[in-house]
């Protein structure tokens, strides 16, 4: 195994495939928490938007909400597309996680802006709602929205979507082992735990 291997696990907090793949991965990583560095990445999958989402894109996503259900055993709340105004706009929850990064939030708040989406019904588009999410995770409410509006956070934001590129990164959820100077791509399986860490650990031990 090489001390200098990292896992990039690249997400959106709005990927739907993120909250399928979350069960399997949660597994994936504690089982290499000993054997490899873990780095969390904010892929950033819709840019900055107002518009409400077509109606056969709205369509289209809970089509593909169903069949994430039957392939992942995850659950959704389909009440989200009649309780808001659907938006494809995912920044804004990157950049929260972002934020929350600064104080070891990072992946607490990942998985809370989930649940809010998928199980609550809630609109992680809607910056008011985030700054709900962070204050309940323990980080300054004024703090928090000063950061999330900051130019440092953009900044990063643009950071985090270049290191995704530059992993070879073209969709979420992602898992790049990086090992030196070489990287390699991982195919995760959705369903199959061991599946992914039997890949992972043939390359550490290579």
């Known amino acids: 195994m090489s001390a200098s291997a990292t896992l990039y696990y690249i997400y959106d907090p ?3 495939w993120c909250w399928g793949f979350r069960p399997v991965w949660s597994q994936v990583k504690a089982a290499l928490k ?11 999958l819709a840019p900055d938007s107002d518009e409400p989402m077509e109606p056969e894109v709205c369509d289209y996503l809970q089509k593909t909400w169903r069949r994430i259900s039957e392939q992942c055993g995850v659950e959704f709340n389909f009440e989200f597309w009649t309780q808001n105004t659907p938006v494809r706009s995912t920044w804004p929850s990157c950049r929260a996680t972002l934020v929350a990064r600064e104080y070891g939030r990072e992946v607490a708040l990942y998985e809370r802006i989930q649940r809010f989406y998928y199980q609550e019904a809630g609109n992680p588009s809607d910056y008011a709602s985030l700054y709900d999410l962070g204050e309940e995770l323990g980080i300054p409410r ?16 643009q950071e985090e979507m270049a290191l995704a590129e ?28 061991d599946a992914n860490l039997q890949q992972i650990e043939a390359l550490l031990a290579a």
Not at 38 to 44: I, K, R
Not at 142 to 157: A, K, P
């Open 14 to 16: 709005m990927c739907s």
């Open 166 to 193: 530059s992993l070879g990164v073209r969709g979420y959820p992602s898992v790049v082992l990086k090992i030196g100077d070489q990287i390699h791509f991982i195919r995760h399986s959705y369903t199959d735990v």
């Open 34 to 44: 000993d054997k490899v560095d873990v780095v969390y990445v904010a892929g950033g």
């Open 142 to 157: 004024e703090t928090f929205i000063e950061r999330i509006h900051s130019e440092d956070i953009e900044r990063q934001l």
